[in-house]
């Protein structure tokens, strides 16, 4: 199958072959007919599948074949600002040759900022891609028109109940017309996206592509070690790779601000990533690893979905993710070089064995288990013998909304 058989307009299908796109994915093949038909759908996959522009596609395809209304006519609800730029930045490079219009709406700019997503809401941008603290700022304003929206999409609808946003969409959605098309993507299907998809959608398509099993060219292996041995363990394992592109992903910001700090303090080419910077700085510190001005970046989960950054050598996992397919996740943000290869680096302390037991449960292989380097002392043994249930952890900052 070849994305000639949707019959797109000549505009798409034009930057299609510029883009040099032929061969629709798995997620692509299913999704793009459901949509062009104006069913409501819920859809399984993970980041990297190629669900953005399963989305994107059809609704581009329709606003070259209409025209725009005028109106604000789809409406991407995302959990990151992080995502909305990178939807937005996909979406101009689909609807080159078309007139689409589109815009990122997320918090942490100034007025000037505010003021610019007010003028493409009031005036009418065709996709406008947001979080939802940050839309419904502008909703409650009363000058968003939401009358010509003919599309809802939910992106990484799961990471957005995590957290906390399930009121702030059934509140997003009241404000919409019910003649609409419905779509909710979601990289997991736990009960709460069922409740969500029975309450918004309406005689859904259902589409389940299967968790992929990690890249076949990461090589992923292991230490054992206590916390307080994660430090130098990180440093050891760095030295003379000042040319490596790596990201060091961490659960908790304040670890993150720790490794950043004894990195830099070693001379060692790291920045970090979190919720405490402006958007500015986030923006600058992505832009400045994706142009490998900055060899390490450190962060949390907030990039571990979603973000496209080719040419990441090296994954370490400072913690094990509390959800076991986030696991796969953040590994797979290596090996998406040409040369399709990569290594994954996980610390396990004693109390993440059981967890990192059901993420080799959940790829399907065991990984392999390092000693550590001469000169650290031994670390606890790998032994599996917890029978508690894997839980997601809630942190209390899951409790009330993040900061969109």
Same mark, same amino acid.
Do not use: W
């Given at each position: 199958?070849?994305?000639?058989?949707?019959?797109?307009?000549?505009?798409?299908?034009?930057?299609?072959?510029?883009?040099?796109?032929?061969?629709?994915?798995?997620?692509?093949?299913?999704?793009?007919?459901?949509?062009?038909?104006?069913?409501?759908?819920?859809?399984?996959?993970?980041?990297?599948?190629?669900?953005?522009?399963?989305?994107?596609?059809?609704?581009?395809?329709?606003?070259?074949?209409?025209?725009?209304?005028?109106?604000?006519?789809?409406?991407?609800?995302?959990?990151?600002?992080?995502?909305?730029?990178?939807?937005?930045?996909?979406?101009?490079?689909?609807?080159?040759?078309?007139?689409?219009?589109?815009?990122?709406?997320?918090?942490?700019?100034?007025?000037?900022?505010?003021?610019?997503?007010?003028?493409?809401?009031?005036?009418?941008?065709?996709?406008?891609?947001?979080?939802?603290?940050?839309?419904?700022?502008?909703?409650?304003?009363?000058?968003?028109?939401?009358?010509?929206?003919?599309?809802?999409?939910?992106?990484?609808?799961?990471?957005?109940?995590?957290?906390?946003?399930?009121?702030?969409?059934?509140?997003?959605?009241?404000?919409?017309?019910?003649?609409?098309?419905?779509?909710?993507?979601?990289?997991?299907?736990?009960?709460?996206?069922?409740?969500?998809?029975?309450?918004?959608?309406?005689?859904?398509?259902?589409?389940?592509?299967?968790?992929?099993?990690?890249?076949?060219?990461?090589?992923?292996?292991a230490y054992l070690v206590h916390n307080h041995q994660k430090i130098n363990l990180i440093k050891?394992?760095?030295?003379?790779?000042?040319?490596?592109?790596?990201?060091?992903?961490?659960?908790? !910001?304040?670890?993150? %601000? /720790?490794?950043? &700090?004894?990195?830099?303090? *070693?001379?060692?080419? $790291?920045?970090?990533?979190?919720?405490?910077?402006?958007?500015?700085?986030?923006?600058?510190?992505?832009?400045?690893?994706?142009?490998?001005?900055?060899?390490?970046?450190?962060?949390?989960?907030?990039?571990?979905?979603?973000?496209?950054?080719?040419?990441?050598?090296?994954?370490?996992?400072?913690?094990?993710?509390?959800?076991?397919?986030?696991?796969?996740?953040?590994?797979?943000?290596t090996a998406r070089g040409d040369n399709g290869t990569g290594l994954a680096i996980t610390f396990?302390?004693?109390?993440?064995?059981?967890?990192?037991?059901?993420?080799? !449960?959940?790829?399907? %292989? /065991?990984?392999? &288990?390092?000693?550590?380097? *001469?000169?650290?002392? $031994?670390?606890?043994?790998?032994?599996?013998?917890?029978?508690?249930p894997f839980h997601h952890k809630k942190n209390n900052h899951f409790k009330k909304k993040q900061?969109?």
């Open positions: 199958m070849t994305f000639s058989d949707f019959n797109f307009e000549d505009s798409v299908s034009q930057a299609l072959e510029a883009m040099g796109f032929d061969k629709p994915t798995p997620i692509q093949q299913q999704a793009i007919p459901a949509i062009m038909e104006n069913k409501d759908m819920i859809a399984c996959a993970q980041t990297g599948t190629g669900k953005t522009a399963a989305f994107v596609l059809p609704i581009l395809n329709s606003i070259a074949k209409n025209g725009s209304s005028g109106k604000v006519s789809t409406l991407v609800i995302v959990p990151t600002r992080e995502l909305a730029m990178q939807i937005d930045q996909q979406i101009e490079g689909f609807s080159y040759f078309t007139n689409a219009t589109s815009i990122a709406i997320y918090g942490g700019g100034d007025g000037k900022t505010f003021d610019a997503e007010k003028k493409a809401l009031i005036t009418g941008a065709d996709i406008v891609i947001c979080t939802p603290g940050r839309i419904i700022s502008h909703l409650n304003m009363g000058y968003f028109d939401t009358s010509g929206i003919k599309h809802f999409i939910l992106d990484e609808a799961d990471r957005m109940l995590d957290m906390g946003f399930n009121e702030d969409i059934t509140g997003i959605a009241k404000k919409l017309p019910q003649n609409r098309q419905n779509l909710l993507f979601s990289a997991t299907m736990p009960p709460k996206i069922r409740q969500l998809s029975n309450q918004l959608l309406k005689n859904p398509v259902t589409i389940n592509i299967a968790i992929a099993k990690p890249n076949e060219g990461i090589m992923q292996v050891h394992l760095l030295s003379g790779k000042m040319n490596e592109h790596i990201i060091i992903f961490s659960s908790r !910001k304040v670890s993150v %601000k /720790e490794i950043t &700090k004894t990195l830099v303090k *070693e001379n060692l080419p $790291a920045k970090a990533i979190h919720s405490d910077l402006t958007q500015q700085e986030r923006e600058q510190v992505l832009l400045d690893f994706k142009n490998k001005k900055v060899h390490i970046l450190v962060a949390t989960d907030i990039l571990s979905r979603g973000i496209d950054i080719k040419g990441i050598d090296i994954v370490l996992n400072y913690d094990i993710p509390s959800d076991a397919e986030d696991y796969v996740h953040r590994i797979g943000r396990i302390n004693a109390d993440d064995v059981y967890n990192f037991s059901k993420i080799e !449960k959940l790829i399907d %292989k /065991e990984v392999k &288990k390092l000693p550590l380097p *001469e000169g650290f002392e $031994a670390g606890p043994e790998y032994k599996v013998t917890a029978k508690k900061k969109s």
